[in-house]
């Protein structure tokens, strides 16, 4: 794990948390990182669903045709509700945080190679 991540609550490193990283969507959405694009694209075409902080938020709490990228970054979901969420008993919790960052760091498909 690169210095500078913390663990958190079920051993998730977040990079979006430790190192402001962000995703961008093909759908001009703004997401904390590739795998929460990824789980909504997924579970909207299978299951015609949105991810939990979509049906609080609404649609576009975190779309740049709405927003600008400063106002979506501030928003309550990025300040404080993404890192609440690792909770498996938070009404907003998304396993997909530690299906895809859990365990330290180690379930992470992405690695930074340091020289």
Known sequence: MPSGYKVRQYGIV???LDAEEFYFGANHKVYPCCYLYDEEIEINMKRNEVLPSTQ???????????H????IQNHEYFKKTLA???????ELHC?????????????STQKNVES
């Open 95 to 107: 396993s997909r945080c530690w299906r895809s960052c859990g365990d330290k760091g180690e379930r």
């Open 56 to 66: 609080r938020y609404g649609d576009d709490y975190n779309d740049l045709t709405v």
């Open 14 to 16: 977040c990079k979006h």
């Open 84 to 90: 609440e969420s690792f909770d498996k008993d938070n």
């Open 68 to 71: 600008t990228f400063e106002e």
